[in-house]
């Protein structure tokens, strides 16, 4: 087995290539291999301190770790930005990959492999749930049960949320809604949410609404049911690349609108939490399958069927039932030769790149 990664409905960057060619705007031109959400097993250390056989996860993020943003602590906003399987940084959906020694990060022998590629969308729900006022005592709305909905109900509850409630499409997803933390759940296709969570609110409204679905009508939702004053964080990437709101609403309201773009070095928090069992990820990996069936995998991901949340697809690798990877340094250290290692080393390859606009 190569490198361990995932597939899912709510990973916008994938499925967007997938189904339209595009994320925000951003294509490639030639064949390309996808996926960031990636455990795997150090090969070759190359100079830094994880001995071979290490379980790591790596951050898909490449920042130049030069520019005002990332001086600022912003490496989330860099503005050279590359972005493992958004161009022109190839994916990791192969045998073995090469990846820069500061993104990659042991993880400890409570969390299982296969299920490791969920913390990359932990720590999109953890740096999301950072960024309101404050959640202690707050009730919440969560619009989306895909992943990253169902991690930042469970990040809302940590940070002191008193309500949390959820809304979705899919049943089965709510149902795993309730298990993780939901006080009670909204099926959209069948209630009307605004009703619905303004009526258990009584009247009165949300705290604070998460947008973790996608659609420009999943942003309406949650704009419907925030209270006056209240918050709203966007997560979701519209297919359109565009949103059509009611000024009214928000000048009235005064409702605060915020965005939230990935994470912002949000790994060691993410892996201590998974490793003290404080966040679950395992019920959200519902999908295993080989490379054989990559194919189908993400149809299945695009189609939201059977209740899929995740999807891991393993890389077979003919010496060793593991997954396996090479580590290099920003700079400074030569990588590793041959067809395994990445062809881009972060902003080097890419100076002044402006147009990485995907999640």
Known sequence: MGCVTSV????RIPNHLFAEGNVGGVSWGRPFVPGHEVSAVVEDPHGAPLPPGTPVVLDPALPCGECDSC???RSHLCRNLGFMDLPPVDGAMREMIAWRAAGVFPLPSSVDIVEAPLIEPLCVAVHATELPASLAGATVAV???GA?????LQMARLRGAAR??????VAPRLALARELGAEATVQVNEQDPAAALLDATGGRGVDVAFEA???PEALQQALDVVRPGGEVVVIGIPSTDEYHLRASQLRRGEVALRFARRQNENYPEAIRLVGEGRIRIGPLLTHRFPPSRAQEAFELAERKADGGLEGALWMSCPRRDLPRAFVWYH????RPAGPSTIRT??????PGRREDRGR
């Open 331 to 334: 700079r400074g250290v030569p």
């Open 71 to 73: 001086a600022a602590g």
């Open 8 to 11: 899912r409905p709510n990973c």
């Open 213 to 215: 679905a996608g659609p």
């Open 164 to 169: 949390v409630f959820a809304t979705d499409l």
């Open 143 to 145: 619009v989306g049960c």
């Open 345 to 350: 080393q972060a902003r080097s390859s890419h």
């Open 148 to 152: 990253i909905g169902l991690f930042t």
